[in-house]
């Protein structure tokens, strides 16, 4: 009798007077273990015969990560370094203890999904830790994720905590001149340095009295116009006091106010 692993042959044994046998094979990992009885010359009559499987699981070591860095959500400038700083356990009798000499990788996932960012490559120390540095290009958070060929040992990931990356948003220009109708005519101009854009610029326009509290007047939007993104508003009926534009911030911009004009 063939005493197959995984469907190949790891031991031979031979049944006793009442058919019975016993063997021992070594597994080292999930695999389907099945005797089988094979046609041999010598026994023409005897027809090939197999048992049902047994499938043969695996206790693993439970494995985890802790993040130390960025262990909080966070905002950042474009352009601007993160530190990663994690550390790899494995369970033991005595509670989890670092687990030194373990391979894998730290990617960098966007929130709003699309491809990610190989950060790098690692084996953990000897404390089990990893250190890498990396530049996000946009909100995402970093994924830390090791593996070993030991089927003995789980493999472990965990993601960071948000990364949320904004990028400048800056007035140019901006001008508040009353015209003799009393009404008030501002324009201005708004530039984006990283070379990228917001699918609609809305510019708030606000009014104050004092230039202290301010109040918004009206919304409008700023179109490219060849040198910049341009906008204009013609405002009746106002007092006299502080005119100035507002970019409120979003996911991917920070806000901007440009400088107060007096009209």
Do not use: C
């Not at 031991?11 to 099945?34: L, M």
């Not at 060929?149 to 965990?158: E, G, R, V």
């Not at 501002?186 to 699918?199: C, I, K, L, Q, S």
């Not at 939007?221 to 341009?230: I, K, L």
């Amino acid at each position: 009798m063939d005493i197959d692993v995984d469907y190949w042959t790891e031991n031979t044994v031979r049944t006793d007077a009442e058919g019975r046998f016993s063997g021992t094979v070594t597994v080292n990992g999930e695999v389907p273990v099945q005797a089988v009885s094979r046609h041999a010359d010598n026994h023409p009559y005897v027809l090939y015969g197999e048992s049902e499987i047994t499938r043969i699981g695996v206790r693993q070591v439970a494995t985890r990560w802790t993040v130390q860095s960025p262990a909080g959500a966070r905002t950042i400038d474009f352009g601007q370094q993160v530190a990663i700083n994690a550390t790899l356990e494995r369970e033991t009798p005595q509670g989890w203890v670092p687990f030194g000499g373990q391979s894998g990788g730290v990617i960098f996932e966007p929130s709003a999904g699309g491809q990610f960012a190989s950060v790098g490559y690692f084996t953990t120390d000897e404390d089990g830790k990893i250190a890498f540095d990396h530049v996000p290009w946009e909100t995402g958070s970093f994924l830390m994720a090791s593996h070993s060929d030991d089927p003995f040992i789980a493999s472990a990931s965990a993601n960071s905590a948000q990364v949320t990356v904004l990028r400048a948003s800056v007035f140019t220009s901006f001008s508040a001149d009353r015209a003799p109708d009393h009404s008030v005519h501002v324009e201005g101009a708004m530039d984006f340095p990283e070379n990228r854009t917001p699918a609609t610029i809305p510019v708030h326009i606000q009014y104050s009295p004092d230039g202290d509290q301010w109040v918004d007047l009206l919304t409008t939007e700023a179109n490219w116009s060849g040198s910049g993104y341009a906008f204009s508003a013609d405002i009746a009926d106002t007092q006299d006091g502080f005119f100035r534009a507002h970019f409120e911030s979003t996911g991917s911009f920070r806000a901007a106010t440009s400088d107060a004009v007096k009209a």
